[in-house]
C-alpha cells in the first residue's frame, strides 16, 4: 500500500485508514512540490524547503503509524506530487494507493488541479480518496 502525505489533516486521516486492511505493508511517499518544467532535483527545491516540508510532517507520519503498531517504508522526492505519485505506483507494483482530499471546491479545482483526482484518474491500480 502507498499512502501519500503532505503532513495535511486530510493526510493524517489517510494514514489512519491503513489500519482498516489489517497489517499492510506500507510505504509512505512524500512529495516536495517544484516550479513546472524544473529539474527533479534537489537543488530545484528552494533552500530549505525540503526540511520544512518533509522533515516535521514525515517524522509526523511514521510516528503516527509506529502508534498504529504499523511497520513503514518511505519515498522522499520533488516534483509534481500527482506525477510522482502515479511513478512510485508504477515503479513500486502497489496493490492500492491512499491519498487525503483536501475538499476542494470547482473553483479550486480548475485552478489548482486537484493532485487526488489526477491521482486516482491514472495510477495503475486502486485508489482510495480518504476526506
Avoid at 5 to 20: F, H, K, M, N, V
Amino acid at each position: 500500500m502507498l499512502v501519500a502525505y503532505d503532513g495535511s489533516p486530510q493526510a493524517l486521516r489517510a494514514i489512519e485508514w491503513t489500519t482498516r486492511f489489517g497489517q499492510p505493508e506500507v510505504t509512505v511517499i512524500s512529495v516536495v512540490p517544484t516550479l513546472a518544467g524544473s529539474e527533479r532535483i534537489a537543488d530545484a527545491v528552494p533552500p530549505g524547503g525540503r526540511e520544512l516540508v518533509q522533515g516535521e510532517p514525515l517524522t509526523g507520519a511514521l510516528e503516527a503509524l509506529r502508534v498504529l503498531d504499523i511497520p513503514a517504508t518511505l519515498i522522499e522526492t520533488a516534483g509534481n506530487p500527482a506525477e510522482e505519485i502515479i511513478r512510485a505506483a508504477e515503479e513500486g507494483g502497489f496493490d492500492l494507493v491512499v491519498v487525503g482530499s483536501q475538499g476542494m471546491n470547482a473553483i479550486e479545482r480548475f485552478l489548482l488541479g486537484s493532485v487526488s483526482a489526477r491521482v486516482a484518474r491514472f495510477a495503475p491500480c486502486p485508489v482510495l480518496v480518504v476526506r
